[in-house]
């Protein structure tokens, strides 16, 4: 296998990845903490991507333990916490009104990973299936919709996408300021609308619907559908796609937000934007996309695709959110790609997660790590070995 010039075989990834996934494993609980020092809680879409790292890893009974961690959160209505706190149940109290769990939830991944769990016939994953379902009818029949028909989300963090430049039209003030942009998060929670069993179903003061959390939605319905036969998922998560893949702009090569923000912050070509990829039925929209991922004078960064196109004027390869490579965005795009784009952004992906110590995310231009370092879902790059073979 090439991997340019990063200097590590297969066999040494691999160890090196085993050795952060078992620094971070919580046994007790059934989890891997992203980072133990600052992220020791278990995250749903974090746990579901390190459900498919312990599979390439090949330990499946964490695979499938992670997993079910992650869904024994669900309540009677579907809804699935975006965080859980089993280790210290009274924690969440202050900040989420709850026990246990958080009160909003995140992209539902457990969509795409069950399905490589089945079709790889992991002991376990058949009885997941139930509730992986309900997570997602829950989303696909109560989450209230935009105009669009596009989901909406009640909380920028439903998304996973904490700061990215689509929420600065959110920012209260002149222009985007970053603690402005905390101190509202705060305050959006206490303005989500719930149902009875507190599931959060709308956020009127926040009013957003990005098209990053309907395509994973919809995404997660189609790969969970393809193997079970479901076809009512598989009808509900068609139009979603169908919903997502209408707010394709030509000119910026993006698929663009709806809701507040849809003539002005939600047209900034991030990557976040570039994931209705995973749903088109249009051949030309996923070239147009490709190319501009392996394009340096676009997303193409030498270690891995930039969060933010080079030539946004927010475009910044350093600050949170503002440009730097997320290795589950590049594991996401590699997954909807043809095999010579996924190739070119595996290659670069890798190198970065090499060069950055494993890092939450990094420099598309230099490699350097920011946030977390080693963080656990930089792991997925183990999963573009077999691209690269």
């Excluded at 200097?7 to 050795?19: A, C, K, M, N, Y």
């Excluded at 026990?99 to 939830?105: E, Y």
């Excluded at 909406?152 to 970053?178: A, I, K, M, N, Q």
Aim: aromatic share 8%; proline share 7%.
């Amino acid at each position: 296998m090439a991997c340019d010039s990063v200097d590590r075989t297969p066999d040494l990834l691999r160890v090196q990845v085993r050795e952060v996934m078992e620094a971070a494993w919580v046994g007790e609980a059934g989890y891997t903490a992203p980072n133990p020092k600052v992220y020791p809680w278990r995250w749903l879409w974090d746990s579901c991507f390190h459900a498919l790292i312990w599979h390439e890893l090949g330990v499946p009974n964490r695979a499938i333990t992670e997993l079910r961690s992650v869904l024994s959160a669900i309540d009677g209505s579907g809804f699935v916490p975006h965080m859980g706190y089993p280790l210290d149940p009274q924690r969440p109290l202050e900040l989420w009104g709850r026990r246990a769990t958080s009160s909003i939830t995140q992209p539902p991944m457990y969509g795409h990973v069950l399905s490589v769990a089945l079709q790889a016939g992991l002991d376990g994953a058949a009885e997941l299936v139930e509730p992986a379902r309900r997570g997602l009818l829950f989303l696909l029949r109560r989450r209230s919709r935009d105009r669009s028909g596009l989901l909406r989300v009640t909380h920028p963090w439903e998304t996973g996408c904490d700061d990215t430049p689509r929420w600065d039209d959110y920012c209260p003030g002149d222009g985007f300021d970053r603690g402005r942009w905390a101190d509202h998060k705060i305050n959006l929670l206490g303005t989500v609308e719930r149902g009875d069993s507190g599931e959060p179903l709308d956020n009127p003061a926040f009013g957003a619907a990005p098209v990053s959390f309907s395509a994973l939605t919809a995404w997660n319905g189609l790969e969970l559908a393809a193997v079970t036969g479901d076809d009512l998922l598989a009808d509900l998560s068609g139009e979603l796609a169908a919903a997502v893949d209408d707010r394709w702009e030509p000119k910026l090569a993006n698929w663009t937000d709806a809701g507040v923000a849809e003539s002005g912050s939600g047209r900034v070509r991030t990557t976040d934007g570039l994931l209705g990829m995973l749903v088109t039925a249009d051949a030309q929209h996923k070239a147009q996309v490709e190319e501009a991922l392996c394009s340096p004078d676009a997303y193409g960064g030498e270690f891995g695709p930039r969060g933010v196109h080079r030539h946004e004027a927010v475009y910044d390869p350093v600050t949170y959110w503002r440009g730097p490579v997320w290795p589950q965005f590049a594991y996401l795009l590699a997954q909807a790609s043809s095999q010579p784009a996924a190739r070119r952004l595996a290659r670069a992906t890798l190198r970065g997660a090499v060069t950055s110590g494993f890092a939450e995310y990094w420099n598309a231009e230099t490699g350097a790590g920011g946030g977390a370092i080693p963080q656990s879902w930089t792991g997925l790059v183990l999963l573009s070995l077999p691209v690269l073979a």
